[in-house]
Nanobody
Framework: EEQLAESGGGLVQVGGSLRLSCVAAGFTFRNYAISWVRQAPGKELEWVSGISAGGAQTYYSDSVKGRFTISRDNAKNTVYLQLTSLKTNDTAMYFC??????????????RGRGTQVTVSS
């Protein structure tokens, strides 16, 4: 059974940092792009960042560029999202999602249950 499990969320003050992890199982992790997406209460799902299958290509939304860093360790079937300089509007449930191919950051085959990030002022 394919699974994606996020962790690392929490409550942090403005300007603080967190590192989110996404551990995958049940598929050939090294063959697929992984994205982080988030959803704030009452808002639509927002794509945040993506990393290609081999890790050479990384992409960020304008809202997080320069503050968040995505990385992956294919030996550990894990993708990370380092969040720094957090703002109140970064508050959301964060999900990792598997793309349909090595560089697909739009069409998701599966998604985890999420980890909550709350940024307080």
């Amino acid at each position: 059974e394919e699974q994606l499990a996020e962790s690392g969320g929490g409550l942090v003050q403005v300007g603080g940092s967190l590192r989110l992890s996404c551990v995958a199982a049940g598929f050939t992790f090294r063959n697929y792009a992984i994205s982080w997406v988030r959803q704030a209460p009452g808002k639509e799902l927002e794509w945040v960042s993506g990393i290609s299958a081999g890790g050479a290509q990384t992409y960020y939304s304008d809202s997080v560029k320069g503050r968040f860093t995505i990385s992956r360790d294919n030996a550990k079937n894990t993708v990370y999202l380092q969040l720094t300089s957090l703002k109140t509007n970064d508050t959301a449930m964060y999900f990792c999602a598997r793309g349909r191919g090595a560089a697909d950051f739009v069409n998701y085959i599966s998604r985890g249950r999420g980890t909550q990030v709350t940024v307080s002022s």
